[in-house]
């Protein structure tokens, strides 16, 4: 028996009802789980997307490649709250940026950032019912 088996199951709808343990399954995934460092550097670039001004400023560049500026505008934030912003973003990887003059122009560093922006929305979206109200599953 499994010490990580929690028999017997008690009415707790969150655990198998009984324990039968599938050795070849277990096996298998342990190969083809991710390194730990692989995990760590993962969260860490979750940790990066958990935050809401963050979040906007990489979908207003999911649309497009703005100026520091433009994006201070349109978030209605200082440019040099938005710089520290760009720089966490920039240096995860996720935004790189460009000069342009005066100017500097940041937009998404690669079409992974697009594809997690994107399924991450979908995700949420396919939640929701046509006023943005979470249904209940």
Do not use: W
Request: glycine share 6%; proline share 2%; with cysteine.
């Amino acid at each position: 028996m499994n010490e990580n088996c929690t028999c017997p199951y008690e009415g707790n709808d969150e655990i198998c009802a009984e324990c039968h343990h599938h050795t070849a399954l277990v096996e298998s995934m342990r190969k083809q789980m991710p390194t730990a460092e692989e995990l760590e550097r993962t969260a860490e670039l979750f940790k990066v997307f958990g935050d809401p001004t963050r979040m906007q400023i990489l979908t207003a560049l999911f649309a497009q490649e703005m100026c520091v500026c433009d994006i201070s505008d349109l978030l209605g934030m200082t440019q040099s709250a938005i710089s520290h912003q760009l720089r966490l973003l920039r240096n995860s990887r996720l935004v790189k940026n460009r000069r342009e003059g005066k100017s500097i122009y940041y937009s998404l560093d690669d079409t992974h950032v697009a594809t997690i922006i994107a399924q991450g929305l979908e995700h949420i979206r396919h939640g929701q019912d046509n006023n943005g109200t979470r249904k209940e599953l």
